[in-house]
């Protein structure tokens, strides 16, 4: 059974920094591309950034551009996404997803994830 674990969210002011993680269980393979998504209250689901297999690409949206880094740690089967300079908008729930029809490219589209966890919780007071 697969399970994809985030953590790490909180409520923060703007400009604080929060480092969110997914622990990954029960995937074939260590080396599957991931990402982050995140959705706010009323809105569609939207990419945030991705890494693939072996953390050598990595993809992100335009709004988290220079201020968000994803990484991965395989030995510990967790991807992170580091947030800083935080924003109000940048409040939503994050979700964390695997696409295992890849692991050396990366890609922006939802569709493309196959597994996702709960999700966790991210408030950025102004």
């Known amino acids: 059974q697969v399970q994809l674990v985030e953590s790490g969210g909180g409520l923060v002011q703007a400009g604080d920094s929060l480092r969110l993680s997914c622990e990954a269980s029960?995937?074939?393979?260590?080396?599957?591309?991931m990402a982050w998504f995140r959705q706010a209250l009323g809105k569609e689901r939207e990419f945030v950034a991705a890494i693939n297999g072996i953390g050598g690409i990595t993809s992100y949206a335009d709004s988290v551009k220079g201020r968000f880094t994803i990484s991965r740690d395989n030995a510990k089967n967790t991807i992170y996404l580091q947030m800083n300079s935080l924003k109000p908008d940048d409040t939503a729930v994050y979700y964390c997803a695997a696409d295992i029809d890849s692991s050396w490219t990366v890609s922006v589209r939802l569709a493309s994830y196959y597994y996702w966890g709960q999700g966790t919780k991210v408030t950025v007071s102004s």
């Open positions: 029960g995937l074939t393979r260590r080396s599957y591309a």
